[in-house]
């Protein structure tokens, strides 16, 4: 994971360009070079802000953009924030998220001080709560009509894991020696 920048705009824009990649966003596809750039700098410059923290993932082997993870809507006093994937349609179910979203974790508790991540998802998107699940997250409720995107009402599942909870690691642990 790193910074993005406007090199990989190619890249980030086919990957958030697919209506399937952004089917459950809030936001609709990208639909230039523009978008993707002006992702970067606003990402770019609310890192500085200390407001988020966007980085773009990428897969080790040959250096390719995957996709991005962020910790947003930093909240300094309330020592919270809110967690988010995006990824290449070829990259899912991989474990990306998995591996990503922990380390994004872990700084957030360890770095940041966090004391609570949240993250909202689609009650749709069945592969986004499978892996808020597997990253240790639980689901705490249900905002109903939360987003109009091109004339289209949804739901969106909120869901949190609190530094005090124990990891996906520990848990996996604990469950094999009681078996």
């Given at each position: 994971m790193k910074p993005l920048t406007t090199d990989?705009?190619?890249s980030r824009l086919k990957i958030f360009s697919d209506p399937e990649v952004m089917r459950y966003w809030n936001t609709a596809p990208w639909v230039g070079t523009q978008d993707a750039r002006d992702f970067a700098?606003?990402?770019n410059n609310s890192m500085l802000r200390?407001?988020?923290l966007v980085l773009?993932?990428?897969l080790s082997s040959i250096g390719?953009?995957?996709g991005k993870c962020m910790l947003?809507?930093?909240d300094e006093e309330s020592k919270r924030a809110e967690i988010g994937f995006g990824l290449d349609r070829r990259c899912w179910a991989k474990g990306y998220i998995s591996e990503a979203g922990e380390g994004l974790i872990q700084y957030g508790f360890n770095s940041l001080g966090l004391r609570r991540v949240e993250a909202e998802s689609d009650p749709d998107n069945q592969a986004s709560a499978r892996s808020l699940e597997k990253l240790g997250f639980y689901q705490k409720g249900l905002l109903r009509?939360?987003?109009e995107i091109n004339g289209n009402?949804?739901?969106s599942a909120l869901y949190r894991r609190l530094a005090i909870d124990p990891s996906p690691q520990h848990k996996r642990a604990m469950h094999a020696t009681s078996t």
């Open positions: 990989d705009s190619e700098n606003d990402s200390k407001e988020s773009g993932v990428y390719e953009l995957a947003f809507d930093h009509q939360r987003w009402v949804t739901d």
